[in-house]
Nanobody, 123 residues
């Protein structure tokens, strides 16, 4: 059974920073690309960022490019999302997810999801 557990969410003021972490179970963590998605109330779950198994390839949504950085540590089976210059529109539940590849900007490419962690950015 694959288990993903997010942590690090919270309440910050606009312009502040948060670092989210996702702990993954399984001996094959390093064989999978990982992604972050977010979902705000009343909106569809949207792509945020993804990282290849090696950590050498990353992609970002245009809305977060230059502000967010995704990284991974395959030794301890974690993937992180450093979020800087946060804006109120970044407020959402953030989910990490696992994929074997494909169209990484689409949620249907992912087969396992964490429970989510709430990020709230105040004005």
């Amino acid at each position: 059974q694959v288990q993903l557990v997010e942590s690090g969410g919270g309440l910050v003021q606009a312009g502040g920073s948060l670092r989210l972490s996702c702990a993954a179970s399984g001996r094959t963590f390093s064989s999978y690309a990982m992604g972050w998605f977010r979902q705000a109330p009343g909106k569809e779950r949207e792509f945020v960022a993804a990282i290849a198994w090696s950590g050498g390839g990353t992609i970002y949504a245009d809305s977060v490019k230059g502000r967010f950085t995704i990284s991974r540590d395959n030794v301890v089976n974690t993937v992180s999302l450093q979020m800087n210059s946060l804006k109120p529109e970044d407020t959402a539940i953030y989910y990490c997810a696992r994929t074997k590849g494909g169209l990484l900007r689409q949620r249907r490419a992912y087969d396992y999801w964490g429970q989510g962690t709430q990020v709230t950015v105040s004005s």
